[in-house]
T-cell receptor, first 114, second 112 residues
Framework: AQSVTQPDIHITVSEGASLELRCNYSYGATPYLFWYVQSPGQGLQLLLKYFSGDTLVQGIKGFEAEFKRSQSSFNLRKPSVHWSDAAEYFCAVLPSGGSYIPTFGRGTSLIVHP | ETGVTQTPRHLVMGMTNKKSLKCEQHLGHNAMYWYKQSAKKPLELMFVYNFKEQTENNSVPSRFSPECPNSSHLFLHLHTLQPEDSALYLC???????????FGSGTRLTVV
C-alpha cells in the first residue's frame, strides 16, 4: 500500500532563514505529488503539484519543491521564511492512473521565530 | 474566497441534536469530499461523491449521513453525535483529482 511520510512533526526556523520540509513516499510508480498549507482555523490550500517533467516545481507564496525519484522524496523549500509562513504543511500522494483520492501525510508544523 | 464555501464556520451541538453542515462549490468540479481533522490525528477521508454518486464511505458511523443533491452542493447530516466527534470537518472538491483539491475553510464542530 502506498504511504506518505513526513518525518518532522515540528520545524522551528528564524524569520529570514531558509526552510526545507521533508516528504517521502512509498509507491511502485511515480505518483502525482502535492504540497498543501493549512493556516490556523483554515482549510488546506494547494501550494504546488508535480505530475511529470521538470523535477523542480514552483508554487505559490515563493515555495518550490524538488522531486527526487531515487530517494522517493518530494521536499518543500523556501529560501527566506516570513512570519506569515507559520502553518501546518501537508504532503500528499496520488497514484498515477485510476484513483483520484490522495494519501496525505500527517503534516509538519512550522514555527517561525522573529 | 477559496472557491469552496462551508457553513457554518463553528457549531456547538448537544449529543441529542440534529444539525447539518453545508458545502458549496462553483468551480465546476465533478467530485466532492468530506474529511475529518482531529487534533494529533491524520486527515481522515469520510465520504466521496463523484458526479453526485457516492463512491467512498470510509467505515463512517451511521450518525453521519452525507447528501449530494447536485454536483455543486454537499451536506453532512449529523445526529446523536459523541464528544469524540468534535473536530474540524473539511469539505473539498476536485476535477479528476490529479489537479489537486480545493478545500473549504471547514466547520469547527464541538459536541457537548
Amino acid at each position: 500500500a502506498q504511504s506518505v511520510t513526513q518525518p518532522d512533526i515540528h520545524i522551528t526556523v528564524s524569520e529570514g532563514a531558509s526552510l526545507e520540509l521533508r516528504c517521502n513516499y512509498s509507491y511502485g510508480a511515480t505518483p502525482y505529488l502535492f504540497w498543501y498549507v493549512q493556516s490556523p482555523g483554515q482549510g488546506l490550500q494547494l501550494l504546488l503539484k508535480y505530475f511529470s517533467g521538470d523535477t523542480l516545481v514552483q508554487g505559490i507564496k515563493g515555495f518550490e519543491a524538488e522531486f527526487k525519484r531515487s530517494q522517493s522524496s518530494f521536499n518543500l523549500r523556501k529560501p527566506s521564511v516570513h512570519w506569515s509562513d507559520a502553518a501546518e504543511y501537508f504532503c500528499a500522494v496520488l497514484p498515477s492512473g485510476g484513483s483520484y483520492i490522495p494519501t496525505f501525510g500527517r503534516g509538519t508544523s512550522l514555527i517561525v521565530h522573529p | 474566497e477559496t472557491g469552496v464555501t462551508q457553513t457554518p464556520r463553528h457549531l456547538v451541538m448537544g449529543m441529542t441534536n440534529k444539525k447539518s453542515l453545508k458545502c458549496e462549490q462553483h468551480l465546476g468540479h465533478n467530485a466532492m469530499y468530506w474529511y475529518k481533522q482531529s487534533a494529533k490525528k491524520p486527515l481522515e477521508l469520510m465520504f466521496v461523491y463523484n458526479f453526485k454518486e457516492q463512491t467512498e464511505n470510509n467505515s463512517v458511523p451511521s450518525r453521519f449521513s452525507p447528501e449530494c443533491p447536485n454536483s455543486s452542493h454537499l451536506f453532512l447530516h449529523l445526529h446523536t453525535l459523541q464528544p469524540e466527534d468534535s473536530a474540524l470537518y473539511l469539505c473539498a472538491s476536485s476535477q479528476e483529482g490529479y489537479y489537486g483539491y480545493t478545500f473549504g475553510s471547514g466547520t469547527r464542530l464541538t459536541v457537548v
